[in-house]
């Protein structure tokens, strides 16, 4: 088992930045691809980005490619995704989810564990 608690939601105005961190617990966290994704409401849950089990590789959302960073510190059993130029269309819950190191990096229902979420909430 793998126990992820999500913080560094909140609102924010268009064009500013957020910080997104998973902090995890349980089992070996270096062993797991990390993710995040997000919902909007009404909408489905989609990729935003992902880490594989060292941070030698990283993957985005075209919608994100450019604005956010994925990193992971496997001392610290964290991963975090730094949020920049935000929009309003970025306004939903986050998650992180863990799965396996062969994970389908772009694929939700690939994870095993998922936090509970945070809200971020851009405002225009």
């Known amino acids: 088992q793998v126990q992820l608690v999500e913080s560094g939601g909140g609102l924010v105005q268009a064009g500013g930045s957020l910080r997104l961190s998973c902090a995890a617990s349980?089992?070996?966290?270096?062993?797991?691809?990390m993710g995040w994704f997000r919902q909007a409401p009404g909408k489905e849950r989609e990729f935003v980005a992902a880490?594989?089990?060292?941070?030698?590789?990283?993957y985005y959302a075209d919608s994100v490619k450019g604005r956010c960073t994925i990193s992971r510190d496997n001392t610290k059993n964290t991963v975090s995704l730094q949020m920049n130029s935000l929009k309003p269309e970025d306004t939903a819950v986050y998650y992180c989810?863990?799965?396996?190191?062969?994970?389908?990096?772009?694929?939700?229902?690939?994870?095993?564990?998922w936090g509970q979420g945070t809200q971020v909430t851009v405002s225009s």
């Open positions: 989810a863990a799965g396996p190191g062969n994970v389908d990096y772009y694929t939700h229902s690939a994870y095993d564990y």
């Open positions: 349980g089992r070996t966290f270096s062993a797991y691809a």
């Open positions: 880490v594989n089990w060292n941070g030698g590789r990283s």
